[in-house]
């Protein structure tokens, strides 16, 4: 089987070919424009091996996240190609890449960062081969706390810090391609774009209390985001106890997010969420800002929640909120990773 896959998603412009058992590679320097460098290198690839792209039995492009451009640039030249030819096209997640390309390097690994812009960095978090979080805007700190001590794979250069380089290679590349499945060919980006996060954060925001109706708005979010997910049941006998109060954040009349709380002697967060793809515009801050309300109204002494401790954009934003570290509880979780037992004091 000959197979064609194409990653535009980093600096270096990677194409690599497989025919039969041999794999092929050409790889374009850091500053060659993908969209004018793909076409040329595929066709170099393919001339180099007396083949043409009809010969090709299947199609792989690397999704991202990574260059806005880059990918945008790689899925439609891929996707062209499948429909004109038609052709099987799947998709590779760049981070399953890196992470592959790590692991075969070095072993474990904590993390695999991406330097960013402005002294921050990209950062997946992978647990037994299965990618656990990616985050994003990390300090030097921040993502050295974050890999626990373990080695941190770098991809791009990083001087700065004591990072194990990455190097690409071809055959890595293929052999996700081999192990991909998933034909969908979605783009995955680091975040959303300026224009569309400016549109989102222009939307209407409101924090309304939960009823029964929402009960399957509530079950399908957590069970999309905690591994131990409160089932519907669960969530019914909260919605009905008067110790607990849910509350939901719409946007723009959407419900996108919340957050149960536990009142004691203190407000406790049981658990809040935000769905993906309107996460980091500020729901789940304006949850805890009316959980704070709560507490200050019924004259409670503190805002307090557990988190797991490699969930770092959780900790990041209760730090930002002035949580600060009560206690930690060694293996907690099932997973064996502590828990950070944050509280913020209100008076
Ligand atoms: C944690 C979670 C609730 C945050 O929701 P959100 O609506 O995106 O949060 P906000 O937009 O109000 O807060 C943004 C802040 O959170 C932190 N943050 C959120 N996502 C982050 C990410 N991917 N990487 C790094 N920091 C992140 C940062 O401090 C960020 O502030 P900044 O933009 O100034 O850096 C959301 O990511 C989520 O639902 N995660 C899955 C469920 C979960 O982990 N819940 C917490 C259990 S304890």
Same mark, same amino acid.
């Given at each position: 089987?000959? #197979? ?5 998603? @980093? ?24 969209? &004018?460098?793909? $076409? ?11 083949? +043409? ?21 790689? #899925? ?19 981070l399953d890449y890196l992470y592959a390309l790590a692991s &075969?390097?070095?072993?474990?690994v904590?993390?695999v ?5 402005? @002294?921050?960095?990209?950062?997946a978090?992978f647990?037994?081969g299965?990618l656990? +979080? ?8 921040? =993502? ?9 794979a ?30 969908? *060919? ?11 996060? &400016?549109?989102?954060?222009?939307? +209407? $925001? ?24 409160? @089932? ?6 909260? %919605? ?11 946007? @723009? ?5 919340? #957050?149960?709380?536990? !009142? ?7 658990? $809040? ?26 004259? =409670?002494?503190?805002?307090? *929640?557990?988190?797991?401790? $490699?969930?770092?954009?959780?900790? %990041? !934003?209760?730090? +930002? ?24 004091? =209100?008076?």
């Amino acid at each position: 089987m000959n #197979i064609l896959a194409i990653n535009t998603a @980093n600096k270096n412009l990677e194409i690599a070919l497989s025919v039969g058992q041999q794999v092929f590679s050409v790889v374009e320097s850091e500053n060659a424009h993908h969209n &004018e460098a793909i $076409i040329p290198a595929i066709d170099s690839i393919l001339k180099q091996h007396n083949l +043409k792209l009809a010969d090709v039995d299947k199609f792989a492009v690397v999704v991202g996240p990574g260059s806005f451009t880059g990918i945008r640039v790689g #899925i439609a030249t891929i996707k062209a190609f499948r429909d004109a030819l038609n052709k099987p096209a799947v998709e590779i997640n760049n981070l399953d890449y890196l992470y592959a390309l790590a692991s &075969e390097q070095f072993g474990e690994v904590g993390a695999v960062a991406i330097k960013g812009s402005a @002294n921050s960095y990209f950062v997946a978090k992978f647990i037994h081969g299965m990618l656990y +979080k990616f985050t994003h805007n990390l300090t030097k700190d921040e =993502l050295i706390f974050y890999a626990e001590n373990k080695p941190i794979a770098m991809f791009d250069a990083d001087g700065e810090i004591d990072a194990k380089i990455v190097k690409i290679d071809a055959k890595t590349l293929i052999n996700c391609a081999n192990l991909s499945k998933n034909q969908n *060919l979605t783009p995955v980006y680091y975040q959303l774009s300026q224009a569309e996060r &400016e549109k989102l954060k222009a939307g +209407k $925001i409101a924090i309304l209390n939960a009823t029964e109706a929402d009960l399957s708005f509530l079950t399908e979010l957590e069970s999309e985001v905690e591994a131990n997910a409160l @089932n519907q049941h669960q969530l019914q006998q909260i %919605l009905n106890d008067k110790n607990y109060i849910t509350k939901i954040a719409y946007l @723009n009349d959407t419900p996108v997010g919340f #957050i149960v709380l536990e !009142l004691t002697d203190e407000v406790n967060i049981v658990t $809040i969420a935000t769905k993906k793809g309107v996460r980091n515009l500020g729901i789940a801050t304006k949850l805890i800002e009316e959980a704070d309300a709560i507490a200050k109204s019924k004259n =409670l002494s503190a805002l307090s *929640l557990e988190v797991n401790y $490699i969930n770092i954009s959780a900790f %990041l !934003l209760y730090k +930002k909120l002035g949580f600060v570290v009560r206690r930690v509880r060694k293996a907690y979780y099932q997973d064996g990773q502590d828990c950070l037992e944050m509280v913020k004091v =209100l008076k």
